[in-house]
């Protein structure tokens, strides 16, 4: 039997645009989920744009303050993508009405506050779900299958990359993703916290690391109105940039692998350059998100000399059946999202955790504090 989920969604830029039609998209592909998510609210403090979007998509209600939400009693899921400093105040009060959460990263600013809305959750006895997306990559589950079924040996060593421009142009506007008080940690929560995901959801957990930081765009100009994801603002006052455009760190694995995690937001030339390639001692194996059905897996008993093969992932890697019937047809950043919203609300109907959790994003976050301590300290630091 199916039943209806009144679900709402607390900020509405791209990513609360890109959760919305996720909802929407869910029964499409996965029809066997016995939970159908309904629009009843969305939230947005910028004066007119809840009311668009209640418009466009069908939200049944629309009002600026999230704590409406809250109080609302049709509302039993909220989707949170309002930015990251009014993360830890939302995801709390939404779990303490009762309500299932999916909270985007890297839930709050530091891991203090992560563990303030993963107890919150926890204390209420509700589902609670992050957006790592890019674990949902069928390929990304594909080398996770690889991986643990020792295709390529014991995993030596790891390099995982997270370039992007979205903050290189030097016109780009002093929005609150540079404010250490409301962005937290800069490109460490931005981009280097799905990396740390990524290493983790393949590897195991990190036993220590060592970082460095850099701020490489210091000054940018303060918007004049409200922004929406990376707008440009030229002429107005100067302000600093006060987190991380850059980062480098040096992973050490609880199983003796060692990495490397690079992750930049003023890369000029790159657009979306994530990635990895894991090393054993049998083989190796490689993705690159903008080819994101696609795998190199280098096996076999050669070692020197051993050629790599493109695989194309197809049905029976990760939730690729619910999209394509065959290998090699492309699926896109959406579908990621698509994913984690049937991840999420399967486990509300079945009461058991799939996906990403808020256990995964405290652990993500506690590696980001250990790299922010590493850079200001110097020398190896443990997360915590």
Known sequence: MVSTLGVAVVGFGWMG?????????????????????????????????????????????????????AADPRVQAVSIAAP??????????????GKHIWIEKP??????????????????????????????????AAARELIAAGEIGAVTHVRIRLFSDYAAHPEGALTWRYERERGGSGVLGDLASHGVDLARFLLGEIESLAADTA????????????????TRSAGGELG????????????????????????????????????????????????DFRRMGELGVSRGTAYQDQPVSTVYVGPGHGEYAAFQPGSANSMGYDDLKVIEAYHFLRSIAEGTAYGATLDDAVRSAAALDAMARSAERGGWVSPS
């Open 17 to 69: 645009r890109v959760h919305t039609q996720a909802y929407a998209r869910v029964p499409h592909h996965f029809p066997q989920l016995s939970l159908r998510p309904e629009l009843i609210a969305v939230a947005d403090e910028v004066p007119g744009r809840a009311d668009e979007a209640a418009e466009r998509y069908g939200f049944a209600t629309a009002a600026r303050d999230w704590r409406e939400v």
């Open 84 to 97: 990251n400093f009014l993360h830890r105040e939302i995801g709390t009060a939404m779990a303490e009405a």
């Open 107 to 140: 839930v709050g600013l530091t891991a203090e506050d992560a563990r303030a809305v993963a107890g919150a959750v926890a204390k209420a006895g509700v589902q609670g779900a992050v957006g790592f997306n890019y674990r949902n990559a069928p390929a990304v």
């Open 215 to 230: 701020v490489f765009v210091p000054e940018r100009a303060r918007p004049t109105g409200a922004t929406a994801g990376h």
């Open 240 to 287: 600093p940039v006060e987190n991380e455009d850059y980062v480098s760190c040096l992973l050490r694995f609880a199983s003796g692998a060692r990495g490397v995690l690079e992750a930049c937001r003023v890369s000029v030339g790159e657009q979306n350059n994530y990635g990895f390639e894991i090393h054993g001692t049998k083989g190796a194996v490689f993705w």
